[in-house]
């Protein structure tokens, strides 16, 4: 039986490379996305067996779409496909239910094997990803549920940083400089009690401000 994929990705190339990798396997593309919001409608309104997601899409987050999807289809398995090998994305990924994480210069056998495995409810992450986030995902947990008495400057923040924006990327988009955004940063990971930007990028997940 064909195993049902939604791929979404904002680009076209992308999309048709992943396709010809699926060629003359069991792995059926259904539905195709170049968007957050239609990857979230199509997710809704197929049959599917897995997503494919990629992390950057122009109008939503892919990490974001990832939660909504596991808010309406809890059981749907999600693989999130990335360029970005980032420690960030890859904690929010687990923290937010992904199946695995994928990145898109793997080779077709470890592709194809992410699929099956996700189609099947197969474990997908590998001892080395879930080493890299176990301390992020474990350390924000017990102060998950603490009241913390952020600025709103921090909390956009706090919001940026958790999409895995650099600190450069986060000064561009809030229209401050670097500087502040490193002073920002600083206070934040010191009001929250984490010491780095992977863990607080899933406390602010298990906070639900992204």
């Known amino acids: ?40 409608k199509l997710a809704k309104e197929k049959k599917l067996d897995v997503v494919l997601l990629d992390v950057r899409m122009p109008d939503m987050d892919g990490l974001n779409v990832l939660g909504r999807i596991k808010l309406d289809r809890p059981d749907l398995p999600v693989l999130i496909i990335s360029t970005y090998d980032n420690p960030t994305y890859v904690a929010r990924a687990v923290a937010l239910g992904a199946a695995g994480y994928v990145l898109k210069d793997s080779d077709r056998n470890r592709l194809l094997t992410a699929v099956r495995g996700a189609a099947t409810g ?17 350390t924000p947990r017990l102060n998950a549920e603490m009241e913390v008495p952020l600025t709103q400057r921090e909390s956009e923040v706090l919001k940026q940083l958790a999409l895995g924006l650099t600190n450069k ?42």
């Open 1 to 40: 039986m064909a195993i049902r994929v939604l791929l979404a990705d904002d680009h076209e190339v992308v999309r048709r490379g992943l396709r010809s990798l699926f060629e003359d396997t069991d792995i059926q593309v259904v539905a195709e996305a170049s968007s957050g919001h239609e990857a979230l």
């Open 122 to 138: 197969e474990p997908i992450w590998t001892r080395e990803e879930l080493r890299r986030v176990t301390g992020a995902l474990a």
């Open 169 to 210: 990327e986060i000064a561009q988009a809030l229209h401050i400089s670097y500087e502040t955004v490193k002073e920002h940063v600083q206070h934040i990971l010191r009001k929250i009690g984490v010491t780095d930007r992977t863990q607080a990028a899933v406390w602010a997940v298990r906070k639900q401000l992204v």
